[in-house]
Structures are given as C-alpha cells and as structure tokens.
Antibody, heavy 115, light 111 residues
Framework: EVHLVESGGGLVQPGGSLRLSCAAS????????MHWVRQGTGKGLEWVSA???????HYPGSVRGRFTISRENAKNSLYLQMNSLTAGDTAMYYC?????????WGRGTLVTVSS | QSVLTQPPSVSAAPGQKVTISCSGS????????VSWYQQLPGTAPKLLIY???KRPSGIPDRFSGSKSGTSATLDITGLQTGDEADYHC????????????FGGGTKLTVL
C-alpha cells in the first residue's frame, strides 16, 4: 500500500528552525515530483515547496530563502528545512506526491511557532 | 487572500446537486489544468478531479469537474451526508511569482 508519513513537527520559538521529514513507501519515490503543502488552522491550503525528479527545488516567495526542500531517493525520503520561522508559519504541513494532480497526501505534521 | 476565489460555503439537501466555483485569471486557470480536493473533517485532502475533468480510480461519477475560460466548477450530484467536507481547487500560476496556487476552500453542508 502506498503511504507518506511526515514527522519532525513541534513547538519552536520565533526565529527558530525545524526540519520536517517524509517517509514514502509503496511506490517508486524517485519517479515523482514531491511537494510540501501547509494549512493554517481554519485556513486554506498553501503550496510551500516542490522538488522535481532531477532534484531541482521550487518555492513561493513567502518562504524562498528561509525553507529548503531536499530528497534522498535511496531512503525514499523527502525533507523540509525551515529557518527563521515566524508565527505565520504555524500550520499543518503535508507531504504530497504529484502525479496527475496532487494524488497522494500524508496525514501531516503540526508546526507551531510561538514563544 | 487566495489567488483563486471560491465561495466560503455552499449547502444543499441530500440527493440534490451542488456546484462549487473556482475563479482565477489567464495566468492560472485560463492556461493550466485545474484539480479539486475533498477534505473531510480532521483529515488530509484527497484528490477528486485532475486535469479539469478526470476522476482518479475509486472516485464516483457523482463528482465531475469542468473549466471555462478563467473559471472552473466542481459538481456533486446525489448529495450524501458523507460528502460534507471542505473542497479546494488548485492550479499552476505562470505569472512572475510562478507556483502552485489554491482556492480558499469551500465548506459543503448537506442539510
């Protein structure tokens, strides 16, 4: 069965850093572009980053320069290094596989930025 | 403020049909495929429609999508109480700040 399982979320102070991980199973991880999408409480979805099969990253302006997406195909793993965190980054972070649409989502890991 | 505009809420009775709209511009919906996601309470989103009107395997044909110009719609027929959820549209935006964009989400209430 195909799965994405996120980990690494938690409480962090403003200005701090956090590294999220996503473990993929049940499919050919290296063959898919992968994304991180977040959702603040009671809010809509927001695309946070993407990495294609060649390892090239893409970011929206809201996180560019602060967040770094990476992948380790040998370990079927996706990562998100988040630096200089602010309260606005508080959200559930989802690891997402892109095929035709965002076709596979993990359950998410919660990041709370607060003092 | 989301790039794509959806109504915050819609409602209809069981068995009825509901339409959820998603409005954008030429830099996003007008020139790119639209996908739709269902998010049941307390769960992660799930792909309902991709490439404007295609359904992944396992998605019932009660769910259908369409696109015209810079707007897209999701139709749900034969409403069931289990359809009560948030629905999100998404597409690629090829403006200067290129990236994936979502609508603000629409809460469907089945009365």
């Amino acid at each position: 069965e195909v799965h994405l399982v996120e980990s690494g979320g938690g409480l962090v102070q403003p200005g701090g850093s956090l590294r999220l991980s996503c473990a993929a199973s049940g499919f050919s991880f290296s063959s898919h572009d992968m994304h991180w999408v977040r959702q603040g409480t009671g809010k809509g979805l927001e695309w946070v980053s993407a990495i294609d099969t060649a390892g090239d990253p893409h970011y929206p302006g809201s996180v560019r320069g602060r967040f770094t997406i990476s992948r380790e195909n040998a370990k079927n793993s996706l990562y998100l290094q988040m630096n200089s965190l602010t309260a606005g980054d508080t959200a559930m972070y989802y690891c997402v596989r892109a095929s035709a649409g965002f076709d596979l989502w993990g359950r998410g890991t919660l990041v709370t930025v607060s003092s | 403020q989301s790039v794509l505009t959806q109504p915050p809420s819609v409602s209809a009775a069981p068995g009825q049909k509901v339409t959820i709209s998603c409005s954008g511009s030429s830099s996003n919906i007008g020139n790119n495929y639209v996908s739709w996601y269902q998010q049941l309470p307390g769960t992660a989103p799930k792909l309902l429609i991709y490439d404007n009107n295609k359904r992944p395997s396992g998605i019932p044909d009660r769910f259908s999508g369409s696109k015209s110009g810079t707007s897209a719609t999701l139709d749900i027929t034969g409403l069931q109480t289990g359809d009560e959820a948030d629905y999100h549209c998404a597409t690629w935006d090829s403006s200067l700040s290129a990236g994936w964009v979502f609508g603000g989400g629409t809460k469907l209430t089945v009365l």
